[in-house]
Nanobody, 120 residues
């Protein structure tokens, strides 16, 4: 299973970006998909996650600004980020908890990371 992410870049404060991530491989089911981020000198933190029951959860700092959504048929998760702030600057990592044909137990998979820079 591989995760392919896209959508990072440079944006001014107050702007918007959309991240997308697709899980590719021999997949039985995906228990959850989400986004984490890591800023320089800081620990990786959960930004948003959506489970197979479609319940989203967000870190407090992004509530009301970010929206996570999932396309179950395409094994894709997206993160719409609005009203971006400089403190949102970080490398964003896609995460999926996957049950695969080659590895049927729930396993964490990570995308390679995409850089989001919020700066004027």
């Amino acid at each position: 299973v591989q995760l392919q992410a896209s959508g990072g870049g440079l944006v001014q404060p107050g702007g918007s970006l959309r991240l997308s991530c697709t899980a590719i491989g021999s997949i039985i089911s995906i228990d959850a998909m989400g986004w984490y981020r890591q800023a320089p000198g800081k620990q990786r933190e959960l930004v948003a996650i959506i489970t197979s029951s479609s319940n989203p959860n967000y870190v407090d700092s992004v509530k009301g600004r970010f929206t996570i959504s999932r396309d179950y048929a395409k094994n894709t998760v997206s993160l719409q980020m609005n009203s971006l702030k400089p403190e949102d600057t970080a490398t964003y990592y896609c995460n999926a908890v996957v049950r695969g044909y080659l590895r049927p137990q729930s396993t964490d998979y990570w995308g390679p990371g995409t850089l989001v820079t919020v700066s004027s």
